[in-house]
């Protein structure tokens, strides 16, 4: 059962931006960064946002991540067909003692 | 190149074990934590265990914890989980993912930037 909830869907037309939310609590988001992944349709998962907003190389610009208090957010601008697929966002829970994932949105490029 | 290859998935009943393999490639195994994560076929991640470099530091689910054993090879590359006791809903994916801070003594707060492509544990009677 994930502690992590984002929206279960999001979508847009190509170029547009999309936002995706994550909320957690004080235990997990609200004491330690966020990490975003994407999972490509049978693919294993891909990092794709680090410490909050920080991007590993080879992901473009137009993915970002920001955070406020016990939310995060990932935004896609310039939508492509190319990024439709699963994104979840994880965090460790000092709580749980242990790294806790979103239950994940689906991104639909119509 | 950095590659994880996973290995030992397959199907067992309930109360039976099974030990999962990972092997590592392409970067210095020693200098980073390891972890794995499982993923039912078309539902959401779950972190089930992390090891940090030094297998000093090592942490579980909830939900596996008591049942399932992670451990570490340094010498030989290979990150390894021992499941005990399975249960029907232990049936997944599990993948093995390396954490991408170079020697962290805590596996608290990783971010894995490299992944397995998995091996499937079905747990039926």
């Known amino acids: 059962q994930s502690v992590l909830t984002q929206p279960p869907s999001a979508s847009g037309t190509p170029g547009q931006r999309v936002t995706i939310s994550c909320s957690g609590s004080s235990s997990n988001i609200g004491s330690n960064t966020v990490t975003w992944y994407q999972q490509l349709p049978g693919a294993a998962p891909k990092l794709l946002i680090y410490s909050n907003n920080q991007r590993p190389s080879g992901v473009p610009d137009r993915f970002s991540g920001s955070k406020s208090g016990t939310s995060a957010s990932l935004a896609i601008s310039g939508l492509q067909s190319e990024d439709e697929a699963d994104f979840y966002c994880?965090?460790?829970?000092?709580?749980?003692?242990?790294?806790?994932f979103g239950t994940g949105t689906k991104v639909t490029v119509l | 190149e950095e590659q994880l290859v996973e290995s030992g998935g397959g199907m067992v009943q309930p109360g039976r074990s099974l030990r999962l393999s990972c092997a590592a490639s392409?970067?210095?195994?020693?200098?980073?934590?390891m972890h794995w994560v499982r993923q039912v076929p078309g539902k959401g991640l779950e972190w089930v265990s992390g090891?940090?470099?030094?297998?000093?530091?090592?942490a579980y689910a909830d939900s596996v914890k008591g049942r399932f054993t992670i451990s570490r090879d340094n010498a030989e590359n290979a990150l390894y989980l021992l499941m005990n006791n399975l249960k029907t809903e232990d049936t997944a994916l599990y993948y093995c993912?390396?954490?991408?801070?170079?020697?962290?003594?805590?596996?608290?707060?990783?971010?894995?930037?490299?992944w397995g492509q998995g091996t499937l544990v079905t747990v039926s009677s």
């Open positions: 993912a390396k954490d991408f801070r170079w020697r962290r003594l805590a596996v608290a707060g990783g971010s894995f930037d490299t």
């Open positions: 392409g970067f210095t195994f020693d200098d980073y934590a």
């Open positions: 090891i940090s470099w030094n297998s000093g530091s090592i």
């Open positions: 994880a965090a460790w829970d000092d709580s749980l003692n242990g790294s806790v």
